[in-house]
């Protein structure tokens, strides 16, 4: 069983990023998937309690339970929720373990960092690697990056970049540039864009972007319109 010698984190503030996300979670009643280290199987459960004051929140039972001796080896786990189109995860430390044996409760630390995946206003289609559909970002300093269009819609993209590529640059949320898609037959698509989002590379996977399009013009967003309603009839022959 966990029980650690202190339950206690830092204090997190009210305006906290971290804060805010998770009382948006815990207000909307949202079911986790946890999962320890290595787990693919997640189990479910929900936010009950916050305690900011205390740098914790509170966990319901894990249904259904994890593996306890995973857990008293490392008590880590990693959280994923959708909330309002975003995609939100973070890693969080279990302090300690409470209840009755039959409906137990974990106090798990406030995470370092809540990883929100850009919001959604427009309907958004994978774009499969086999369309080998290329972007490039442009900074006002005149440096370039080359990177692998993801997903797409008239409001914005995602993209896989190189990590140094969004070093050199200076990728970051607020980021402003102009970019440019190769998506059809035609001249490449150009448009001004600002950088919502930046998901760090991994020994596994390259740094990932969310952008959203600044005053895209109509010609433009008609051109988007149709490759992603071509993408969508695509998929679904292949359902």
């Not at 990023?17 to 693919?40: K, M, N, Y």
């Not at 593996?67 to 909330?83: F, G, M």
């Not at 140094?164 to 640059?169: K, Q, S």
């Not at 440019?180 to 996977?205: F, N, R, W």
Request: hydrophobic residues 40%.
């Amino acid at each position: 069983m966990l029980n650690r010698k202190s339950a206690r984190d830092a204090a997190v503030a009210p305006d906290d990023d971290r804060h805010e996300a998770l009382e948006q979670i815990h207000a909307a009643h949202c079911l986790l998937e946890v999962r320890c280290d290595g787990d693919e199987q997640a189990a479910q459960s929900a936010i009950i309690e916050l305690v900011p004051q205390r740098g914790y929140f509170v966990l319901d039972a894990f249904t259904p339970p994890l593996d306890p001796r995973r857990l008293a080896a490392s008590p880590q786990v990693r959280v994923r929720v959708r909330l309002d189109g975003r995609d939100i995860r973070f890693t969080t430390r279990l302090l300690k373990q409470g209840g009755k044996r039959g409906a137990p409760y974990y106090m798990a630390a406030y995470p370092e960092h809540v990883d929100q995946g850009q919001r959604r206003r427009e309907f958004r289609v994978n774009v499969p690697l086999d369309k080998g559909a290329q972007v490039v970002l442009r900074g006002t300093d005149g440096g370039q990056a080359r990177g692998e269009l993801r997903d797409l819609s008239p409001s914005g993209f995602s993209a896989h970049l190189a990590a140094a590529d969004c070093e050199r640059l200076g990728l970051a949320d607020g980021w402003r540039g102009a970019c440019s898609l190769d998506i059809d037959s035609t001249a490449a698509l150009t448009g001004a864009i600002e950088v919502c989002h930046v998901k760090p590379a991994t020994a596994h996977l390259p740094a990932r972007i969310g952008v959203c399009f600044v005053e895209l013009d109509a010609r433009s967003e008609r051109r988007i319109e149709r490759y992603v309603a071509e993408l969508d009839r695509e998929r679904a022959r292949l359902r």
